[in-house]
Nanobody, 113 residues
Framework: VQLQASGGGLVQAGGCLRL?????????????MGWYRQAPGKQRELVAALTRAGSANYKDSVKGRFTISGDSAKNTVYLTINSLKPEDTAVYYC????????WGQGTLVTVSS
């Protein structure tokens, strides 16, 4: 099973993007799905996660601007990002957990000031 992330790009500060992630195969009993990001020279950090029960959790600095949604039955997860800031510039990686941890290949988001 591979996760394919898409939707990144170059946007101006204040703009918005919608990232998508889909699994190429079926993941049995997904427990959680979400997104990490890794900015240049920094560690990868969790920005948003969605549990099977539908509970969403966000990194404090993105609350109110990021919205995670997904469909565990369809093995898809989305991240809507509003009011983008230059500090949001990073490679965004999706993940899904279900028996094991699956990583997506990453999609680059670049925010210009």
């Amino acid at each position: 099973v591979q996760l394919q992330a898409s939707g990144g790009g170059l946007v101006q500060a204040g703009g918005c993007l919608r990232l998508s992630c889909a699994a190429s195969g079926s993941i049995f009993s997904i427990n959680a799905m979400g997104w990490y990001r890794q900015a240049p020279g920094k560690q990868r950090e969790l920005v948003a996660a969605l549990t099977r029960a539908g509970s969403a959790n966000y990194k404090d600095s993105v609350k109110g601007r990021f919205t995670i949604s997904g469909d565990s039955a369809k093995n898809t997860v989305y991240l809507t990002i509003n009011s983008l800031k230059p500090e949001d510039t990073a490679v965004y990686y999706c993940f899904m957990t279900g028996g094991r941890f699956y990583w997506g290949q990453g999609t680059l988001v670049t925010v210009s000031s």
